[in-house]
């Protein structure tokens, strides 16, 4: 007979065949034979104040590394704390595994202290749930853990751990290897289906693409940029999409759908062909369905099977690795290039001008002359300051909205959001794993003053681990975008968005030993923002903005994009004079 080993010590071996660089949790009593062995692993753990935080922790990292991000709960609460961020997760596709503590098997069902049924909660948020029933089982466990984790659509994994498993023991038997190395790619598709859609971009003049976060899923954002650019089409992203492809590109039209801008609206409503990579039709994208592109013929690109023709009906459905697909795609359109057949049609340049001349007539804007700090303006001067592989990671709400649409993304990975979910509190917790996944770059939350309420408490995760991320509160005094819904659609009856009554939150820094400010005048922007991202410590900076701006543009709920309500038009600063602004 071999050695032997505790279930713990077997877990942990695992987790380093995995490649597992830092575990996200919280210890509790079920789960301590886990963290003694924890103790002289070699695997960093990072203690957060609430289970939640670790979930949102482990996503962060996974969004910003590719990799499976890994969080630990106890037993009972620690488990139920999880599932938030597991069904924020499950919503955004990304990869997480999560560990949850059980009582020993012969109490399952027993109604046994800290016990709950978390396979049958974690279910629906989940890709797969393992209950482990014997030490010996941990190795092959945990290899299918991560393999479903990041194969096929990614997702979050939960593996339940009863307490007598960590400390029974066995002689171990490893996969040879890891499951993130075994990959599942799936392909349904064909070369007359890539031929089709081919067909369909050539004789298209008025395409457009619309791209999701199954781009950066499937880390196709290179492709994506030959493929544009190959074509002439313009390129939408949805919210989790953003990043996929630069700002600043001459293609670029940024994020479409409830609060997409009315050029790149309009383009979705105007265009004949429309080009779906990654995305999931969704209902904040889509508006009134029947409307949606009603005038274009559609492709869907995606690697689930179940996401096609789920919501919109689509001519072509190509189901596979986004990357693999586009690589077809722009193997089929050169080949008819050298046939004499041009990927982008003159006819391509004229659309381009007709979207221009939308952008022109309703851009993105906000009032530039008033004396109160205007959120948008906030949200600029952080994106010019900032690094040029800068993270931003957001909570929800308006602020949310106002990053999505003002910030200048210059590459994937950079854009952390709970976007299918919409969980306030994910923004800064997801920040601190982003940050722990590369300590040198600038990790930036720009948070809501009623997100970050709800997981300001690992403040002192930071402090304790000096983790440098930068704290920006988009502090507007209420629950900003209830707020705005309220005062549209509800005729101004305001029924308890007021939050007031709140910690000044530079103190509270303080008092965790981080440094923390107020800003309430438009002139101090810059320079606080300058001082805000000159060092390597965490930092907090309290914006109070104007309560009363709202987002626009924004599509009302049950109408179509056509209908979206803009701004009335305001005078625009010149670009020079907005420079001269950042550099009072």
Partial sequence: MGKQFTGSEILLESLRRENVEVIFGLPGGVVLPLYDALYSSGIRHLLVRHEQAAAFAADGYARVTGKVGVCLGTSGPGATNLTTGLTSAMMDSIPVVALTGQVPLPLIGKDAFQEC????????????????????????????????????????????????????????????????????????????????????????????????????????????????????????????????????????????????????????????????????????????????????????????????????????????????????????????????????????????????????????????????????????????????????????????MWTAQFWRFRGPRTWLSSSGLGSMGYGFPAAMGAQLAFPDRQVIAVVGDGGFQMTLNDLATVAQYRVPVKIAIINNRALGMVRQWQEIFFEKRYCDIDLSFAPDFAKLAESYGIRGVRVDHRTDVPDAVRDFLSDREPRLIDFWVDPSENVYPIVPPGASLAEMVVEPPRVLVEEEVLDDLWAV
Avoid at 128 to 136: N, T
Avoid at 301 to 311: F, L, S
């Fill in 117 to 400: 049924d978390t396979i049958g909660i974690s279910m629906p948020s989940t890709k797969r749930s393992f209950l482990v029933r014997s030490a010996a089982d941990l190795p092959s466990i945990m290899h299918q853990a991560f393999k479903t984790a990041i194969s096929g659509r990614p997702g979050p994994v939960l593996v339940d751990l009863p307490k007598s498993v960590l400390m029974g023991t066995a002689e171990p038997t490893y996969p040879t290897t890891p499951g993130i190395e075994q990959l599942e790619r799936i392909r349904e598709w064909t070369d007359e289906d890539v031929e089709r859609a081919v067909e369909m971009i050539l004789e298209s003049r008025r395409a457009v693409f619309y791209v999701g976060g199954g781009v950066i899923a499937a880390n196709a954002w290179q492709e994506l940029r030959e493929l544009a650019e190959l074509t002439h089409i313009p390129i939408t992203t949805t919210l989790m999409g953003l990043g996929a492809f630069p700002s600043a590109h001459p293609l670029s039209l940024g994020m479409l759908g409830m609060h997409g801008s009315y050029a790149t609206n309009q383009a979705i409503c105007n265009c004949d062909l429309l080009i779906g990579i990654g995305v999931r039709f969704d209902d904040r994208v889509t508006g009134r369905l029947k409307d949606f592109a009603s005038l274009a013929k559609k492709i869907h690109i995606d690697v689930d099977p179940a996401e096609v023709n789920k919501n919109v009906r689509v001519d072509v459905g190509l189901v596979g690795d986004a990357r693999e697909t586009i690589q077809a795609l722009l193997q089929a359109l050169q080949r008819h290039r050298r046939e004499g057949k041009s990927p982008a049609p003159p006819a391509r340049r004229q659309w381009l001008q007709r979207i221009e001349s939308w952008r022109s007539e309703h851009p993105l804007t906000y009032d530039k002359y008033g004396n109160s700090v205007k959120p948008q303006y906030v949200i600029e001067t952080l994106s010019h300051y900032t690094a040029e592989d800068a993270i931003v990671s957001v909570d929800v709400g308006q602020h949310q």
